[in-house]
């Protein structure tokens, strides 16, 4: 009974964490239009704010997972968020553009180190039984945090000041680094998951082509997302003739679908123990998401493809990270984990670009049909990677008896 409160504390301490990495990353988004005006900095100089962001977090996972197993859990915690409180602290205080430069680059390292460091510490918790089911609670965090970082900000801003959202996000990080400060990293943590991982857990001769493997599915899921983050707002306005809010509830559902389905998401995975067959379905929601949008212009269907959609990011993410803690050993996972985290945030680098200029060179829907492309890709690639596996396990069940 204490393991398994324990164990709980554990989880709302990731779970909080979590909801932090992304409100902090997306709490500015709606801020940038002030700092425009109050700060004198331009569009462009904006657009270079973003994408240092994405350099950030194409920099974090690779160092934090490295420094998981190196230097402790709980020190890469500490450290990561003894980052975010300073960051959070800063961002009021800078009235250029170099120094807001440097907090958004360090603010996009830090939010993937928190992330990679939850689903780190998640997956080392947990075992086959229940890995789905946590893994569902920390992107139903990860949901509310998208939702919940603009919608805070604006409503803060609006209200108060422009400094307030930055510290209310730093107080809780302070709690944060309070809670971690007192939580039990087990050096023992194999014990609390079987090494084996059904018969299917990696050699190390093979970590390197998982990684390829895995990144690329993970890269090209990222590419798509990052494609509908980038463009839908202005492919709402211009061809469906969209204003602010109808946009704004189009976010929100999606936040909001996922937030509700994920937990739930991930309990089917662990009755079902076919985490990539939910990786392909949920993969296949987020295509008819995009279909909905590009040949429906009824608002109610629009939303409803929202709706399917964030049920069907929840099911790729809760059962893609799940099924990384099942085949990579423990000893393994931290840096496997933190490397495929930032060669999959270059897909949110490059392939908005490649959209900005399918844009300039056909039309505005072009990028969504590369979208859908990447997301068959993405499908076809975990459809051979489940395909292979259900026959290792059948020739070791057959070796068996």
């Keep these: 009974m204490g393991k398994k409160h324990h164990l709980s504390r554990n989880v709302l301490c990731m779970v909080v964490i979590s909801l932090i990495a992304n409100m902090s990353g997306s709490m500015i988004l709606p801020l940038f239009a002030i700092y425009v005006e109050k700060y004198g900095i331009t569009a462009f100089s904006m657009s270079v704010l973003f994408a240092l962001f994405y350099v950030g977090r194409f920099l974090g996972g690779g160092i934090t997972g490295k420094l998981y197993n190196k230097i402790g859990a709980k020190r890469i915690g500490i ?30 390292l830090v939010a993937v180190g928190l992330s ?48 307030l959202p930055f510290y209310f996000v730093a107080f809780f990080a302070f709690i944060s680094l309070i809670a971690v400060s007192k939580m ?104 008819v998401e995009i279909i909905l949008f590009l040949f429906f212009n009824e608002k109610w269907v629009v939303y409803l493809g929202m709706l399917i959609g964030g049920i069907g990011g929840a099911s790729y993410l809760d059962s893609f990270f799940s099924h990384i803690g099942d085949v990579i050993p423990n000893a393994q996972r931290s840096i496997f984990m933190g490397n495929l985290a930032s060669l999959s945030e270059l897909g949110a680098i490059i392939s908005p670009l490649i959209a900005g200029i399918l844009i300039e060179q056909i039309n505005i829907t072009a990028p969504f049909y590369y979208n859908i492309i990447l997301v068959i890709i993405a499908m076809l690639i975990q459809a051979v990677v489940r395909s292979k596996l259900k026959k290792k396990k059948n020739s070791e069940y057959t070796i068996g008896m």
């Design 79 to 108: 450290g990561l968020l003894c980052a975010e409180i300073v960051c959070m602290v800063s961002f009021p205080l800078a009235t250029n553009f170099w120094v807001l430069a440097v907090l958004r680059l360090i603010q996009g």
């Design 116 to 163: 990679v460091f939850v689903r780190i510490t998640i997956n080392n918790l947990s075992s086959n039984e229940n890995r789905g089911t946590l893994n569902g609670y920390m992107s139903s965090s990860e949901g509310a945090g998208m939702i919940l970082g603009p919608v805070m900000s604006g409503i803060i801003v609006l209200y108060f000041s422009l400094s």
């Design 184 to 287: 039990i990293f087990p050096k023992e943590s194999a014990n609390l998951q079987t090494d084996d991982q059904e018969g299917i857990a990696s050699p190390l001769r093979n970590l390197n082509r998982k990684l390829f493997l895995y990144s690329s599915v993970h890269f090209i899921e990222m590419s798509a997302y990052a494609i509908f983050l980038t463009y839908f707002s202005v492919y709402a306005k211009y061809k469906l003739g969209w204003d602010t809010f109808d946009i704004s509830l189009a976010f929100a559902i999606v936040g909001i679908s996922t937030f509700l389905s994920a937990p739930f998401i991930g309990k089917i995975s662990d009755i079902l123990k076919d985490r990539l067959l939910l990786c392909i379905i949920g993969l296949f929601l987020i295509m």
